[in-house]
C-alpha cells in the first residue's frame, strides 16, 4: 500500500505563485508516473500534469504555467504553479502509479489540497 500527501495549496491573489508537494510513502519497488489532477467545485477531475519516464505533459489551460517534477529519494512530486488564475481554483489531488513489494500495479490517490485563487 502506497499513501500520498499533498501540502502547499492555499489562498492566493491571482498573478501569484504556489508549490504544491506530494509525499510517497509504503512499500513499494518503483513509481513510474507521478500526476497532478485538479477537481473545481461541481466539475469534473481534469488532469493538470503528469511525469513519466518519456517526459511530462500538461492540460492546455497550465502550459506555460506550471511546472511538474519529482525526487527520487524520498518519492516526492512537486507542482510549481506561477501566474495562477481565479480558474485555477480546486482541490488539487496527485497520484501515483508504480509497482508494489509483490510486484503488483498500483495506483493511489492522495486526499487532495486546496488551491484558492482571489481575484
Known amino acids: 500500500q502506497v499513501a500520498l500527501v499533498e501540502s502547499g495549496g492555499g489562498l492566493v491573489q491571482a498573478g501569484g505563485s504556489l508549490r504544491l508537494s506530494c509525499v510517497a510513502s509504503?512499500?513499494?519497488?518503483?513509481?513510474?508516473?507521478f500526476a497532478w489532477y485538479r477537481q473545481p467545485v461541481g466539475k469534473r477531475r481534469e488532469l493538470v500534469a503528469e511525469i513519466t519516464p518519456s517526459g511530462t505533459r500538461y492540460g492546455d489551460s497550465v502550459k506555460g504555467r506550471f511546472t511538474i517534477s519529482r525526487d527520487n529519494a524520498p518519492n516526492t512530486a512537486y507542482l510549481q504553479m506561477n501566474s495562477l488564475r481565479p480558474a485555477d481554483t480546486a482541490v488539487y489531488l496527485c497520484?501515483?502509479?508504480?509497482?508494489?513489494?509483490?510486484?503488483?500495479?498500483?495506483?493511489?490517490w492522495g486526499r487532495g489540497t486546496q488551491v484558492t485563487i482571489s481575484s
Open positions: 497520484k501515483a502509479e508504480g509497482i508494489g513489494r509483490q510486484f503488483t500495479h498500483f495506483v493511489s
Open positions: 509504503g512499500d513499494t519497488l518503483g513509481i513510474n508516473i
